[in-house]
């Protein structure tokens, strides 16, 4: 056993200084060399399937200011009622045709009918009252003209009796003799008292009916005045078209209550077509009276409309945060534009052209930095190629330099 595990012991200590030796003699393990991958530009080159594939040609470059516009009517109506109330008819939709005249809408106008109705009866009540007066003031006037004619006989009569009543009784003690003179005196003095004062009463009548007829005649032309008043606001529960034209927009509904003067819709001319653009501040210096324009409407990307600016606000306005001037343009000729009102439009305003430039189109020409480039096609591969530019127009730019006519060059 002794000789059995010396021999174990004795191949254990052989194996593992063989394995040390072994370790030993095979060479050091090699260091791996570390790779740098080229850095990635800011804008990869992409492939032609990304974009389309145009010539560089060579042509006329028209230098225009494009801005975004909107079709619009030089005829436009706010549609309003002038009297307050509750929706009760909308006649018409958007984009009705209606003729001058035609009802757009109406207000309950119960209240309006009964209102009339009440101020025509207190118009006939006063004028009854007024007619009452005139022929109590003409009674009085036909019997102050007979007292009047009357009085200064009775009262002639009444002196001749006192004269005839002296002369029968000079003195006190002769007054029994002459009674019947006395009496006839007294009966004649009465009739003149009564007449006399027939007369002041009537005067007095005369003047409270007179006061009472200006007053009638003043409630009679108040009520009738009330009268054509409320007709005329009965009149403008209905609202009507101001002219032929297109409905707009119709912003209520029915049953809904409207202030006098709220807006409830919108009227327009479709002959009359007029396109408003708002043109920056920093721009405007380049837009004149009269300038050349070309227009393409969003729902007819294929057609051009040439027209001219008729007018440009005198003061700038707010728009997006930013300083804009509100221009019209009009178009050279109008039957030729379609009925295409509210429709978006690219406006460009016309500048001088160049001939004989290298050209193409502005979406073509990308930025790295400071840097312009584009995208050329040279012996089958795409290569980022610096370009200087020069004039710009409403879709293609001039290049000064760094691309040649009939190459191909990508449009993202």
Known sequence: MSRLRLLIIGFITWLFFALLLTACDSPPPTRAIPTFAPRATSTPLPPAAKGSIVKVTRGTLDQSLTLRGSVRSAREAILVFKVRGSIANIAVAVGDQVKQGTVIAQLDDFQYDQDIVAAKYEADKAAIYLRQAQARLSSYNARIETINNLLPRYTEL????????????????????????????????????????????????????????????????????????????????????????????????????????????????????????????????????????????????????????????????????????????????????????????????????????????????????????????REGNWERVPVQVGANGSTHTEIVSGLSEGEQILVP
């Open 158 to 377: 009444r002196d001749q009796r006192w004269q005839i009543y002296r002369l029968k009784a000079p003195t006190a003690a002769d007054h029994a003799r002459a009674l019947a003179e006395y009496n006839a005196y007294l009966d004649a003095d009465a009739d003149v008292r009564r007449y006399t004062t027939e007369l002041n009463t009537l005067n007095t009548d005369r003047q409270i009916t007179a006061l009472d007829i200006e007053l009638y005649q003043k409630q009679v032309q108040y009520w009738q005045q009330r009268v054509t008043y409320l007709q005329e606001r009965y009149a403008s529960a209905k609202l009507v078209a101001p002219f032929d034209g297109l409905v707009v927009s119709i912003d209520r509904r029915v049953g809904e209550w409207v202030e006098s003067y709220e807006p409830i819709g919108t009227l327009a001319d479709p002959k009359q077509l007029i396109v408003e653009v708002n043109v920056p501040e920093t721009e405007v210096a380049s837009v004149s009276i009269g300038q050349a324009v070309r227009v393409v409407l969003d729902g007819f990307p294929d057609k051009n409309f040439t027209a001219r600016v008729k007018e440009i606000a005198s003061q700038a306005s707010i728009y997006q945060g930013k300083n804009v001037y509100r221009t019209l343009v009009t178009f050279n000729d109008l039957s030729q534009v379609p009925a295409t009102l509210r429709m978006g439009a690219d406006v460009a305003f016309l500048r001088a052209s160049k001939e004989n430039v290298l050209l193409v189109p502005t979406k073509a020409i990308q930025q790295d930095g400071l840097a312009q480039y584009v995208t050329v096609l």
